[in-house]
């Protein structure tokens, strides 16, 4: 029951009993809340700033899927989607309800997906005032009118104070992230990283649109130009995806998440963006640094005396972010929808410096990126990590992805086919050679490499002459306007044919070990796509 009056509603239909209840708070209300309660300061900027505590980022080992009639012949079973058992988790339910029972809570009531034929109601409950104010800005914000006959399909409870008895409980330590989905519950505890709280509406989506709505999730952004025309950027974290989908010269659709319907109309599932900024300047990425100021929410970033963010001060992680409500960012496409998609781009940081900068894939070549998901992590950002490694993401985002990659594969395939999209391989990584030897691609060719794929430029000056990459078969084209020739191609920017080709083999040798989990269900389009040495 809600009292829109005196923002208040009764949270016993969930086990949460005499719960002192804040609901729909302003994102304002949420700011000073956080501030009054000592979880966060504000920044000069005007910006929440919050330390997420132990984790800075998902735990993807302690995500789980309870297994029950629904999901126990579709989930693809394995490291990444974790079994949950049932009866397991109705105790652990009724252990976060009790620990929240009793104590101030704030929830709110929000939509994802923009698209009126798929939209999906949630209530958001969370133990403290900064989560709720994160939701705020990464959901859909209903009007007063639609909150009077609001009815939530989808519930997210946030208690990331409470810690779970992993030996009595089934977890595997004491934070977790599971999803339900006989009974449409996303239970989060032992963890202050917000991101768990989208990425758990993320992956049911994925779940639900495939199954039950013939339409793919995707994980990336989306922007659409003047004339209406659609360009999609998939990436890893880091890869550039949130940084080349804002583009003052087009309208942004969305950050992070989106759904591809049948009626080949490209959807934004969130109301915000989610960015990283380590190392985020106003020169490289104005946009994203005029978006921080009030109603944004800064994440485990080190603040000066002053207020001043030092965004290349990763003492706490190299995964600092913001979250800010679209309405942030200038130049967005209102609402969230896009047209006729006719770009693709796959984003890697290739930390090897042996993909081209930007290259044209066939269809077989796109369903073997796509499923491949490859960028690279670099030293530094994980413990351990000393050296370039090769990281591959199926559907890059296989840690959100419940169903099998090639299910997502085939359902992109038929739309590439369908549509006649264009798609590229773009690489926001290393030039010149690997990480510690040659230099990262600079921001301002891979937007002028980007915009002459769309703006057909890029076609027009090669002529379909592009050179095939020795080792991977891709097409790279040998002059694209605002680029100088020597960047286009990566053999001639390293300067050491043979440490090149050496380091080619290497990685074409990853791609390969990596892709054999998946060759079994790979038709032979497909595995033509495979790097040719």
């Not at 639609?146 to 997210?156: A, C, G, H, Q, R």
Request: aromatic letters at 12%.
């Amino acid at each position: 029951m809600v009292n829109l009056d005196s923002k208040s509603i009764s949270l016993d239909s969930l086990g949460i009993k005499n719960a002192k209840v804040h609901y729909n708070l302003t994102s304002d209300e949420l700011h000073a809340t956080a501030i009054e309660k000592g979880q966060a300061v504000e920044a000069s900027s005007g910006a929440l700033a919050v330390n997420t505590g132990e984790f800075t980022g998902r735990s993807p080992m302690d995500r789980f899927i309870v297994k029950d009639q629904i999901t126990e012949d579709k989930v693809w079973w394995g490291d990444i989607n974790l079994p949950f058992d049932a009866d397991k988790f109705d105790k652990l339910y009724d252990k976060v309800t009790s620990y929240l029972s009793e104590k101030e809570i704030f929830v709110r009531d929000s939509f994802a997906c923009a698209d009126e034929d798929y939209k999906l109601n949630i209530r958001v409950v969370n133990e403290y005032p900064w989560s709720n104010m994160f939701a705020y800005n990464m959901f859909l914000r209903p009007t007063t009118e639609e909150l009077k006959d609001f009815s939530p399909e989808w519930t997210v409870i946030n208690a990331p104070g409470f810690m779970a008895d992993a030996e009595v409980d089934g977890t595997r330590q004491h934070n977790f992230a599971i999803l339900n989905f006989g009974k449409k519950i996303a239970l989060i505890g032992g963890t202050g990283y917000t991101g768990e709280i989208k990425k758990g509406i993320f992956s049911a989506l994925n779940f639900i649109l495939p199954v039950f709505k013939n339409t793919l999730p995707m994980h990336c952004s989306a922007n659409v130009g003047k004339d209406g025309d659609t360009a999609i950027f998939f990436g890893l974290s880091g890869t550039g995806k949130t940084t080349l989908s804002t583009d003052p010269n087009r309208s942004l659709i969305g950050d992070d998440e989106h759904g591809w319907t049948s009626e080949n109309t490209v959807f934004n599932f969130e109301g915000g963006c989610y960015a990283k900024v380590i190392n985020l300047s106003q020169e490289q990425e104005p946009e994203i640094y005029a978006a921080i100021k009030k109603g944004a929410i800064l994440e485990n970033v080190i603040l000066d005396d002053n207020g001043d963010v030092d965004f290349a001060d990763t003492s706490i992680t190299q995964n600092t972010r913001v979250s800010y409500p679209i309405y942030h960012i200038d130049n967005i496409q209102e609402p969230s929808i896009g047209k006729n998609p006719k770009n693709i781009f796959f984003l890697t940081a290739d930390a090897f410096g042996v993909l081209p900068p930007i290259s044209k894939l066939t269809p077989g070549q796109a369903a073997y990126h796509f499923i491949s998901g490859y960028t690279a992590k670099v030293a530094g950002t994980e413990a351990g990590v000393t050296e370039p490694q090769p990281s591959f993401s199926a559907c890059f985002g296989a840690p959100f992805m419940p169903l099998h990659p090639t299910k997502y594969a085939e359902m992109l395939s038929a739309k590439m086919k369908e549509t006649g999209v264009n798609v590229w391989l773009v690489n926001t990584g290393w030039t010149g050679g690997p990480y510690g030897v040659g230099s990262r691609m600079k921001l301002k060719y891979t937007r002028a490499m980007i915009s002459a794929a769309i703006d057909g430029s890029l076609e027009a000056e090669n002529k379909g002459n592009y050179h095939v990459h020795s080792m991977f078969g891709l097409k790279q084209p040998r002059t694209c306007p605002n680029v100088p020739t020597e960047v286009l191609s990566p053999r001639k920017s390293w300067n050491n044919d043979e440490g090149y080709y050496k380091t080619a083999e290497k990685l074409t040798k990853s791609f390969k070990e990596n892709f054999k989990q998946f060759e079994e269900f790979a038709n032979e389009e497909i595995m033509a796509g495979a790097p040719l040495k």
